[in-house]
């Protein structure tokens, strides 16, 4: 709100920061815009910030204000793409043979705008979809990932798919220590 405030920023926008193990937060950069991440914010907020956007540049104003807001539970996202990650994760091309993601609900979100039958080709971001959930702890946000990662099936195109399963089965990231 500091940094918004100190250049007249009138709008929304995403202002990114870093925390290190002492809790310090280092400024990173602001945008002018939502972050692919939005989602996060909107499961741990239940507000829909595309619709605030909209409303911000017809005019109007924000509907709360910062302490008005109030986070609940843990969210998690991650990025399935068409990457190869035995090969540094250099992007990958080819179709898309066959496509499933788990069934959406009020604590699994999936944005996409792929489907089975596409190219994927080196002409475009290597972003197929994003698979966001929402749990009370993030014990229960991580189980919820690891169920929706097995329910996340793509056939033709390589991806990271396996390398973000192994991730979430991982013991360090399980327990919280990554």
Same mark, same amino acid.
């Given at each position: 709100?500091? +940094? ?12 990114? &920061?870093? @925390? ?6 280092? &400024?990173?950069?602001?945008? =002018? ?6 989602? !996060? *914010?909107?499961?741990? *907020? ?9 409303? $911000?540049? +017809? ?12 986070? /609940?539970? /843990? @969210?998690?996202? !991650? ?12 992007? %990958?091309?080819?179709?898309?043979? /066959?496509? #499933? &993601? ?9 944005? =996409?705008? $792929? ?13 197929? %979809? #994003? ?7 993030? +014990?229960?946000? !991580?189980?919820?990932?690891? +169920?929706?990662?097995?329910? =996340?099936? !793509?056939?033709?195109?390589? =991806? ?7 991730? &979430? %089965?991982?013991? @360090?990231?399980?327990?919280? @220590?990554?």
């Amino acid at each position: 709100i500091d +940094a918004a405030r100190a250049v007249h920023y009138t709008g929304a926008g995403t202002v990114e &920061f870093i @925390a290190d193990a002492d809790g310090r937060c280092f &400024f990173m950069e602001m945008n =002018t815009r939502l972050q692919v991440e939005h989602p !996060v *914010t909107e499961f741990i *907020t239940g507000l829909d910030l595309v619709e605030w956007q909209l409303r $911000v540049a +017809a005019g109007e104003r924000l509907p709360l204000a910062q302490g008005q807001i109030r986070a /609940h539970g /843990h @969210a998690i996202e !991650v990025r399935l793409c068409a990457e190869d990650p035995e090969r540094d994760f250099l992007p %990958a091309s080819g179709p898309i043979r /066959h496509l #499933k &993601f788990p069934v959406e609900g009020p604590q699994v979100r999936i944005d =996409t705008g $792929v489907r089975a039958g596409d190219l994927v080709t080196i002409y475009y971001d290597s972003l197929l %979809a #994003k698979l966001i959930v929402h749990g009370p702890d993030r +014990a229960s946000a !991580v189980r919820r990932m690891q +169920a929706a990662l097995r329910e =996340t099936e !793509v056939v033709g195109v390589r =991806t990271n798919h396996d390398f973000l399963a192994s991730l &979430f %089965a991982h013991p @360090a990231y399980s327990a919280g @220590a990554v």
